[in-house]
């Protein structure tokens, strides 16, 4: 690319726009009015990763709080991830292939987890599922239960984070040629078959995402588990209750838990942001 050339922007209809030079000065007031905003952002986050040596963070990985709550954290929300895929799948396919009397609020029920504050979801969950709850009164006297234990922490997860997959998946499955499935239906395939080797494949990208974005928004997640859940170490004790914790009792193990967190939040933001880039780049 010549100099000339890389001096050049593209407008969004890819023609050529004005050289900067040729800019009129006022161009220059829209980025100075948005590096406010930006300097917010990027202050507490270089702010945190200073304040923490290398050296220190692979000294307190070792330390058994912090691996403790690690390896709950990836096996939670495995498990709630993996529930996501099995029972959040077919209810996507439902909602995007299926035209219902009540699916604009099955659709509205699928977002209300994303807006609703997680001390509000954790409530409800309690309520539902305690011992005096509404379904967990009867766990109880089948000698189940379920608050403030593991699987407390899974269903938490479960109930905050799966709509992030769901509704990636509707948009996924919208998105498919249906005639690329009339065609394989017309050549003799199943159902079945239509589903796995023409659907599946085609909404692939999409359903990675929503299962990316799921598995991050469970691990990130603390409101609706401290309280249905509780914080015990070990047991419930999942990274971001332990950084609570942290934070007042040993400000190390909450600066690394933050830095895992942090560094795990970003690869997840490329990911999912590269397959979407090449979703729309494929279309």
Not at 32 to 38: D, G, N, Q, S
């Amino acid at each position: 690319m010549s100099s000339r050339a890389a001096d050049l922007a593209l407008s969004p209809d890819n023609q050529v726009a004005i050289p900067w030079w040729r800019q009129p000065r006022t161009g220059w007031l829209l980025p100075l009015l948005a590096l406010p905003l930006l300097i917010f952002l990027l202050l507490p986050l270089v702010a945190l990763i200073l304040r923490i040596e290398p050296s220190a963070l692979l000294i307190n990985l070792t330390k058994p709080p912090v691996r403790q709550a690690v390896n709950l954290s990836l096996w939670t929300t495995g498990m709630s991830t993996l529930l996501t895929l099995l029972f959040g799948t077919p209810l996507a396919y439902l909602v995007a292939r299926r035209h219902f009397r009540g699916r604009a609020a099955i659709d509205t029920l699928i977002d209300l987890p994303m807006v609703l504050p997680p001390s509000v979801a954790g409530i409800a969950l309690l309520l539902a599922f305690g011992r005096r709850g509404l379904l967990g009164s009867y766990l109880a006297d089948a000698g189940l239960s379920l608050a403030f234990s593991q699987s407390a922490v899974v269903l938490a997860q479960l109930f905050v984070a799966g709509p992030f997959y769901v509704k990636a998946a509707i948009a996924g499955f919208r998105h498919v040629d249906q005639e690329l499935e009339q065609a394989a239906a017309l050549d003799g395939a199943t159902q079945w078959g239509v589903f796995r080797y023409i659907t599946l494949p085609l909404a692939g990208s999409a359903l990675f995402g929503g299962m990316v974005m799921t598995w991050a928004r469970a691990l990130g997640e603390f409101g609706a588990t401290i309280i249905f859940a509780g914080n015990f170490p070990g047991r419930t004790q999942t990274m971001p209750l332990a950084i609570y914790i942290g934070f007042e009792l040993d400000l190390a193990i909450a600066l690394t838990l933050s830095v895992i967190l942090l560094t795990i939040s970003f690869f997840v933001l490329f990911i999912v942001k590269g397959l979407l880039h090449q979703h729309i780049s494929g279309q």
